[in-house]
């Protein structure tokens, strides 16, 4: 079992508790305020509590023993998740990405603990390459978190993106191994 305890954050693997707390924040929780900045371009179903639990349950490893996905703990409860998922496994591209449903964690330094402490990890448990991130030009707090582990933008599509009618450009970070090890010393 995964249980990463950083000064912030922690950051295991999910219990039947803590899918009912983010099946809470996703699909029933009334202002939805991560969901105005953690993809709001992207048409979600909604699924029922069955469903989210069979797709968690489902969810395969990215590697044997690694799951695709924690749940970020602060001060004893569930606020959040970090995730990945396959670009290319022939070329070792892993895609990552974080959410902090609780907004009463926003800008206290716990989004950027949990999503570089997953990083650390993933490059520790396995042989990735690459580890990236996608997010749109108007999440300047996913950007600067990137940027803080040590990603650099690769990749700017002009005007791929509405949110509220506007256009916005998708963005895509990026971090090598080598890149990586560099920030250890």
């Given at each position: 079992m995964i249980h990463i305890t950083k000064k912030k954050v922690i950051?295991?693997?999910?219990?039947?508790?803590d899918l009912n707390t983010?099946?809470?924040w996703k699909y029933e929780e009334m202002?939805?305020?991560a969901k105005?900045?953690?993809g709001p371009y992207i048409q979600e179903k909604k699924l029922s509590r069955v469903e989210y639990r069979n797709e968690w349950q489902n969810d395969p490893d990215i590697y044997p023993g690694i799951p695709s996905t924690l749940v970020i703990e602060a001060e004893g409860e569930v606020i959040g998740t970090v995730?990945?998922?396959w670009v290319d496994k022939y070329t070792n591209w892993l895609e990552t990405g974080i959410v902090i449903y609780n907004p009463l964690f926003w800008n206290g330094g716990?989004?950027?603990?949990a999503y570089k402490e997953w990083i650390n990890f993933l490059f520790r448990s396995t042989d990735l390459h690459r580890?990236?991130?996608s997010t749109w030009s108007g999440n300047i707090r996913m950007m600067k978190v990137a940027s803080k582990v040590g990603m650099k933008e690769e990749a700017r599509i002009?005007?791929?993106?509405i949110v509220e009618g506007l256009y916005y450009d998708a963005i895509k970070m990026g971090i090598l191994r080598k890149e990586w090890e560099i920030t250890l010393v």
């Open positions: 950051l295991r693997e999910a219990t039947w508790e983010l099946y809470y202002n939805q305020e105005k900045w953690n995730g990945s998922y716990f989004g950027y603990e580890i990236g991130m002009r005007d791929a993106r």
